[in-house]
């Protein structure tokens, strides 16, 4: 059969609908940690969590938006089939984007988590197979991977235009207004999909349910074996005294997660024998890509701390003019500054923006764990210790870039550099020199590694946080990340739609968004530990030394997994 040059219609109807569910996703995700640390003072008040609790329930949603897809995988490949799965997922998230724009709520707040956390988990695995199932095709076949870098593109264009959408929002209208955008771009991408699909027949045909085979469990005895013990577990996690794990929700869910592992691993087991090796070679990535997820999701949470307190986000007059027209800038009163002869941290002309930004800031000056204490004993401290060494005649408006925009950085750099790694791999594929899929799997770990090493230097550079540093730092650290995620996650979707026995396709999905949930919320545990090291460039060390260890692991697999890609995907 003759290979086709372009890719299946298909595409593009899947790749908008991703880019608008991510658009809402990702808005979200954007203002989420600094909706939870936003104070009570504020024009628009948030509700008022430590960077501790924040990053808990950032990792926490996370991990259990990537769980999820295990159970909404199942249901699509048992009952209701893939494009029935991702318009009842699209729209619980567009319900729970919009209920997080009721005010200062906990239970809304909660509610409208758990709506995204259980229609992600429908949308996500399910879209994403029946773009592999558009490629089963022989003619189609040598064009997945690209096919899956060009999907991933789609993801990143939503991520990248919804921060400006939410710093508008927020900064002129609210929080509020912020989240129910995000509702609205799952909603658009709903209907896309659903008269996108008459125009693409390939995906109706595609878009078929497999039965299951003879031995297969019924969903009710998964639903006996897997998730009432998985809820007994968790609940066991949740209240145990104290906790082993740094919080009780991090307990639960890891305690959650051990009878889901158990049930992959015993697939295996139970599975054909010309299925066990790809099951095995599937779940061994899985295992070790844990810890990219880790490292990679603080973006939300460390790195959202440090672009926060520790970046200088003054706007120049050029750029000042820029983002005032678009109205995205964030207006600071500035009070006393500090002067270098009274023995204060900072630079003669800098600003203080009173008791709390200068604790944030200028931790030399005070004594250890005064930061932790009370707001009104740092007020007392402030005006007995503080006040009186500051000159008191300098006052202004500053006006800074709102934070939310960092988060633009990351799918900036997938839009531009998504182009050149396709075209590379295309370039060394022409001489018979591409890597396999799971050698870039493992470059991807690599890169990454080094990528942490950018924020040693900024950590090194700025007196471990003391003084704030230039953005280029977290232009830097993005820069080379994105090159290892690049290399890996849609890599990743890749291997699991080529190795994944048919019958059970979206399940196998579901353990990558598994190990995906696993890696987030350990991406909430280091997070929730930015406060206790003084020294941020060891907490930037301890990143670049788990996705080391990671990548080893994979480059010591490669081998085996060369040989099972090749014998099972071809």
Known sequence: MAKESKHPKGLMVLFFTEMWERFGFYLMLGIFTLYMVAGGDEKF??????????????GTYLALVYLTP???????????????????GGLLMAAGYIGLAIPNSMPAFFGSLLFIIVGNGMFKPNISVLLGKLYEDEKY??????????????????????????????????????????????????????????????????????PAAEGDMSLGQIFMKLFVPAVIAGGLGWAIPGNIFGADSTDAFLFFTIPVVIFYINLVRTAPKHEKEPIKALLSVMGVVVVFWAIFHQNGSALTFWAKNNTSRELKQTTEQIFSVMKLTEEVSTVPRPV???????????????????????????????????????????????????????YGVFKLWPTELQASINPFYIIILTPLVVGFFGFLARRGKEPSTPAKIGYGLLITSLSMLVMVGAALVSDSGMTKTSAGWLFGIYGVITVGELFLSPMGLSLVSKLSPKRIAALMMGGWFLSTAVGNKLSGVLSGMWDTFDKKEYFFLTNVGLTFIAAIGIFILLPWLRRVVKEYSE
């Open 340 to 394: 270098t002869k009274s023995g204060l941290h900072g630079e003669e002309g800098e600003t203080v923006v009173g008791p709390s930004y200068y604790f944030e800031n200028y931790r030399g000056d005070f004594p250890t764990g005064l930061q932790e204490r009370p707001d009104d004993v740092q007020e007392d401290y402030w005006n007995a210790e503080i006040k009186d060494k500051v000159e008191t005649s300098q």
């Open 141 to 210: 076949i040598h064009l997945k991977d690209s096919g899956f870098n060009i999907f991933y593109m789609g993801i990143n264009i939503g991520a990248f235009i919804c921060n400006f959408v939410a710093a508008y929002l927020r900064l002129e209208y609210g929080w509020g207004w912020a989240f129910a955008a995000a509702g609205v771009g799952m909603i658009i991408g709903v209907v896309w999909l659903y008269f996108g699909q008459m125009k693409a027949s390939r995906i109706v045909e595609v878009d078929v349910i497999t």
């Open 70 to 88: 295990f159970f909404g995988g199942l249901i699509a490949d048992r009952i209701l089939g893939y494009r029935k799965s991702i318009f009842i």
């Open 45 to 58: 008040p948030g509700l008022g969590l430590s960077n501790a609790e924040s990053a808990d329930i950032y």
